[in-house]
């Protein structure tokens, strides 16, 4: 079984920066791709920024230029580095990894959720 824990939400006002870390543990497991989404009340999750299986990077529109994913392998652990945000990045982020428990095909695990709120 594996488990990805979060952590590095919290309350900052708008310009402010944050920085997320999402650690996958467990034993004998592969990631293949991982990544940060994110839900607004009433809203559905979306993609905020991930690593493929190839190892290449997307984000969502409305973050590039302000938000970098980075990942140590070493450590299991992918980070969402937020710059400049602002009231409408307010959501609960999840950790999002497509992880195989080897010998057994891959699948999708999710964070348990941190909050990250804008004030203006």
């Known amino acids: 079984q594996v488990q990805l824990v979060e952590s590095g939400g919290g309350l900052v006002h708008t310009g402010g920066s944050l920085r997320l870390s999402c650690a996958a543990s467990?034993?004998?497991?592969?990631?293949?791709?991982m990544g940060w989404y994110r839900q607004a009340p009433g809203k559905q999750r979306d993609l905020v920024a991930g690593f493929t299986s190839s190892g290449s990077t997307n984000y969502q529109d409305s973050v590039k230029g302000r938000f970098t994913i980075s990942r140590d392998n070493a450590k299991n652990t992918a980070y969402l580095q937020m710059n400049s945000l602002e009231p409408e990045d307010t959501a609960d982020y999840y950790c999002?990894?497509?992880?195989?428990?080897?010998?057994?095909?891959?699948?999708?695990?999710w964070g348990q959720g941190t909050r990250v709120t804008v004030s203006s």
């Open positions: 999002n990894a497509l992880v195989a428990v080897l010998p057994g095909p891959p699948r999708t695990y």
């Open positions: 467990g034993s004998g497991f592969r990631i293949h791709a």
